[in-house]
């Protein structure tokens, strides 16, 4: 039965145990401006009249509501609090009648062990539940009043793949260019500026699953499905600048402007531009697809990913395996390099991300984290100290390098998470979904846009 919290039996109990009043009173929470202090007749609106504010009322009181539930929650944690309480006493009486008293009251030895932690835990787990569950819905209520977000338009579409494009990538140098990774066995470098293509890399006997660019030099990193990863050097020259074009109109969710009939291409496709065939470097040790690679700081090393469950760390200058990175229980996804330090992360099917530290080379160590449901298919460094990853789970969650235990963000998503992108400057979260969105977060998980969606499917990484 519930008990008032000024009750005579656990009054006389708290003060036979100074100590267990402490803790009670720890757990317990005072109810205050409760609805049944409220006089009747009195809405929630005038009681907040007179006061300053430049919340409307609707929202006010709609946080009154809110924070009312919260409270009732609270209030019966409250009341099983004591009730807690007083079975305890009530134990402890009993074993007092049978000469086996705890000294000081404390419940933390013999049969009450057990029984204590198991409510303390249950206290705990259900606060942790009701905490989130009731903040979740005030957040929600937020969302609905928050003004409109930004608007993202369509600024220039790059035209020349025949299939699918896996990936993409922004040279680090002089010039800056675009480069794509595509199914059609090809990848391909761009002007940004002028949308026109100014290389093809026709090397791969597969498709071309990534490409990154050397930090400092005119060179590329690409991985593929014929099971090697490869590092070519090009040499292109920008077009004159064209001016820019007119984006009064905005861009409707369902539009696709980029639709067009398989095969066709503009005049400034692949066919009419520079090929390289031939790749500086071949990397050849996986047993299986690689699906990406990266360059180390540095750019001397570069580490690839394979659906052989393995990761493989090369030498640059002499095409070397050096390491060959295990523990993975089924394929790898996609893998990652910070942009200052000797820091690898790598993501599976397995659920799980693993990061890995070459700082010292004495010491090679690794750490498992643990905290998605289904298949990790990206993680990736920020600039600063963190570490995003997307997930099957329909999860995308932002973690301190710090301090990894448990993730400082959580995006929740109504689809599975394909390959994530970080802007390196304005730290703006890329999700692409199975269900052809693309969603824009900050790092606190706060939703910024969404993309204007096409009638093409949002390609898997």
């Given at each position: 039965?519930?008990?008032?919290?000024?009750?005579?039996?656990?009054?006389?109990?708290?003060?036979?145990?100074?100590?267990?009043?402490?803790?009670?009173?720890?757990?317990?929470?005072?109810?205050?401006?409760?609805?049944?202090?409220?006089?009747?007749?009195?809405?929630?609106?005038?009681?907040?009249?007179?006061?300053?504010?430049?919340?409307?009322?609707?929202?006010?009181?709609?946080?009154?509501?809110?924070?009312?539930?919260?409270?009732?929650?609270?209030?019966?944690?409250?009341?099983?609090?004591?009730?807690?309480?007083?079975?305890?006493?009530?134990?402890?009486?009993?074993?007092?009648?049978?000469?086996?008293?705890?000294?000081?009251?404390?419940?933390?030895?013999?049969?009450?062990?057990?029984?204590?932690?198991?409510?303390?835990?249950?206290?705990?787990?259900?606060?942790?539940?009701?905490?989130?569950?009731?903040?979740?819905?005030?957040?929600?209520?937020?969302?609905?009043?928050?003004?409109?977000?930004?608007?993202?338009?369509?600024?220039?579409?790059?035209?020349?793949?025949?299939?699918?494009?896996?990936?993409?990538?922004?040279?680090?140098?002089?010039?800056?260019?675009?480069?794509?990774?595509?199914?059609?066995?090809?990848?391909?470098?761009?002007?940004?500026?002028?949308?026109?293509?100014?290389?093809?890399?026709?090397?791969?006997?597969?498709?071309?699953?990534?490409?990154?660019?050397?930090?400092?030099?005119?060179?590329?990193?690409?991985?593929?499905?014929?099971?090697?990863?490869?590092?070519?050097?090009?040499?292109?020259?920008?077009?004159?600048?064209?001016?820019?074009?007119?984006?009064?109109?905005?861009?409707?969710?369902?539009?696709?402007?980029?639709?067009?009939?398989?095969g066709e291409v503009d005049g400034d496709g692949p066919s009419e531009v520079p090929t390289v065939r031939v790749a500086t470097a071949t990397l050849k040790s996986h047993q299986g697809v690689v699906i990406a690679a990266d360059w180390l700081v540095g750019g001397r090393q570069v580490v690839t990913a394979s659906w052989d469950r393995a990761a493989n760390l090369y030498?640059?200058?002499?095409?070397?395996?050096?390491?060959?990175?295990?523990?993975?229980?089924?394929?790898?996804?996609?893998?990652?390099?910070?942009?200052?330090?000797?820091?690898?992360?790598?993501?599976?099917?397995?659920?799980?991300?693993?990061?890995?530290?070459?700082?010292?080379?004495?010491?090679?160590?690794?750490?498992?984290?643990?905290?998605?449901?289904?298949?990790?298919?990206?993680?990736?460094?920020?600039?600063?100290?963190?570490?995003?990853?997307?997930?099957?789970?329909?999860?995308?969650?932002?973690?301190?390098?710090?301090?990894?235990?448990?993730?400082?963000?959580?995006?929740?998503?109504?689809?599975?998470?394909?390959?994530?992108?970080?802007?390196?400057?304005?730290?703006?979260?890329?999700?692409?979904?199975?269900?052809?969105?693309?969603?824009?977060?900050?790092?606190?998980?706060?939703?910024?846009?969404?993309?204007?969606?096409?009638?093409?499917?949002?390609?898997?990484?």
């Amino acid at each position: 039965m519930p008990v008032e919290g000024g009750s005579s039996s656990g009054s006389a109990s708290a003060a036979r145990h100074p100590k267990q009043k402490r803790k009670a009173h720890s757990l317990s929470i005072r109810r205050t401006n409760s609805t049944e202090e409220r006089p009747p007749g009195i809405l929630r609106g005038d009681m907040l009249e007179g006061q300053d504010s430049k919340l409307p009322l609707g929202l006010r009181n709609n946080l009154l509501d809110l924070f009312g539930q919260i409270e009732r929650e609270f209030e019966n944690l409250y009341i099983e609090n004591l009730e807690l309480r007083r079975e305890i006493d009530s134990l402890n009486e009993r074993l007092t009648g049978d000469g086996q008293a705890i000294e000081g009251g404390d419940p933390s030895k013999g049969a009450l062990k057990a029984k204590a932690s198991h409510s303390t835990s249950q206290l705990s787990q259900k606060l942790k539940t009701t905490y989130k569950a009731s903040t979740s819905k005030i957040v929600s209520s937020f969302k609905a009043t928050t003004g409109s977000r930004a608007l993202c338009q369509l600024l220039k579409e790059y035209i020349g793949h025949r299939d699918g494009i896996w990936d993409l990538s922004v040279t680090r140098t002089q010039p800056v260019v675009l480069g794509t990774a595509s199914a059609d066995h090809s990848a391909l470098l761009w002007s940004i500026e002028t949308g026109k293509c100014l290389l093809r890399y026709a090397g791969h006997a597969g498709s071309v699953n990534s490409i990154k660019f050397h930090p400092t030099e005119q060179m590329a990193l690409t991985a593929s499905g014929d099971q090697t990863a490869h590092i070519w050097r090009y040499m292109v020259q920008l077009p004159a600048p064209q001016p820019p074009p007119d984006v009064s109109a905005p861009c409707d969710d369902d539009q696709d402007s980029s639709d067009r009939e398989e095969g066709e291409v503009d005049g400034d496709g692949p066919s009419e531009v520079p090929t390289v065939r031939v790749a500086t470097a071949t990397l050849k040790s996986h047993q299986g697809v690689v699906i990406a690679a990266d360059w180390l700081v540095g750019g001397r090393q570069v580490v690839t990913a394979s659906w052989d469950r393995a990761a493989n760390l090369y030498e640059v200058e002499t095409s070397e395996l050096v390491h060959t990175l295990t523990g993975h229980d089924q394929e790898l996804t996609h893998c990652c390099t910070h942009p200052t330090q000797r820091l690898v992360v790598t993501s599976s099917r397995d659920t799980t991300f693993r990061l890995w530290d070459f700082r010292d080379p004495s010491i090679h160590s690794v750490n498992v984290f643990q905290g998605h449901t289904d298949t990790v298919t990206s993680a990736v460094f920020t600039v600063g100290d963190n570490v995003v990853s997307g997930s099957d789970d329909r999860t995308v969650k932002v973690w301190d390098l710090k301090n990894m235990r448990s993730p400082i963000a959580t995006i929740r998503t109504d689809s599975a998470v394909n390959r994530i992108s970080v802007s390196a400057n304005q730290r703006i979260i890329a999700l692409p979904h199975d269900n052809r969105q693309v969603r824009l977060f900050d790092m606190s998980g706060v939703r910024l846009a969404r993309l204007p969606r096409s009638n093409r499917m949002v390609r898997r990484g």
